[in-house]
């Protein structure tokens, strides 16, 4: 069975803030992805990492991927308000369109 | 360029009903993913349907089924309806079956 651990599962955090989530998993991916979704609305993606050791930037959101494209980390500097919402990591295997999701993480930034 | 949509936004059901809920594919994409969203969970896989065939499906009953039409638009129909079916089903369309995935808003099941 192909399972994603995503921690913390909750995180409250004052503006100003840094933080970071974490995806891990007991197998390689093919690619991994990281959305944000906030209530009543569908997940929105945000990166697409598909290389061992792969980093990219997206203004204050910092992804990497793990060089054994095994595990995943999101980075936040700087927290603001507008941050907050569920952040969901998922993976695809075998360059298959099935996407396995982990349970996400609830993030809260207090002004 | 229309993003992907779903009807209805919300629904309440009781056990043993049957629900149909529709998604329409954001233009130019041929394939449509469902997923099952509960309550404070990540999104599980339910199936896809690529060029209007069934191309992989997860760990749901088979009271769970699907259905792609011409124009790439699909219905998800769940029969038999249990109270654990409550929860936010989303669809997602690409433009093939291993191409990034645009999810819609969802619709939120509630069985009573």
């Known amino acids: 069975t192909q399972l994603l651990e995503q921690s913390p599962q909750f995180l409250s955090i004052q503006e100003g803030e840094n933080l970071t989530v974490y995806c891990n998993s007991s197998s390689v991916f093919s690619s991994l992805q990281w959305y944000r979704q906030e209530p009543g609305e569908g997940p929105v993606l945000l990166v697409t990492v598909v290389t061992g050791g792969e980093v990219k930037k997206l203004k204050r959101l910092t992804f990497q991927f793990g060089d054994a494209r095994k595990d995943s980390s999101l980075h936040i500097t700087a927290a603001q308000p507008g941050d907050t919402g569920l952040y969901l990591c998922a993976g695809t295997y075998n360059q298959g369109g099935k996407l396995i999701f982990g349970q996400g993480t609830e993030l809260s930034v207090k002004p | 360029e229309t993003g992907v949509t779903q009807s209805p936004t919300h629904l309440i059901k009781t056990r043993g009903q049957q629900v149909t809920l529709r998604c329409s594919s954001q233009s130019g994409h041929n394939t449509v993913s469902w997923y099952q969203q509960a309550l404070g969970q990540g999104p599980q896989f339910i199936f896809q349907?690529?060029?209007?065939?069934?191309?992989g499906r997860g760990n749901f009953p088979p009271r769970f089924s699907g259905l792609q039409f011409p124009n790439y638009s699909s219905e998800l129909n769940v029969n038999a309806l249990e109270l654990d079916d409550s929860a936010l089903y989303l669809c997602?369309?690409?433009?093939?079956?291993?191409?990034?995935?645009?999810f819609g808003p969802g619709t939120r099941l509630t069985v009573l």
């Open positions: 997602a369309s690409s433009e093939d079956w291993f191409g990034e995935q645009f």
């Open positions: 349907y690529y060029r209007e065939e069934e191309n």
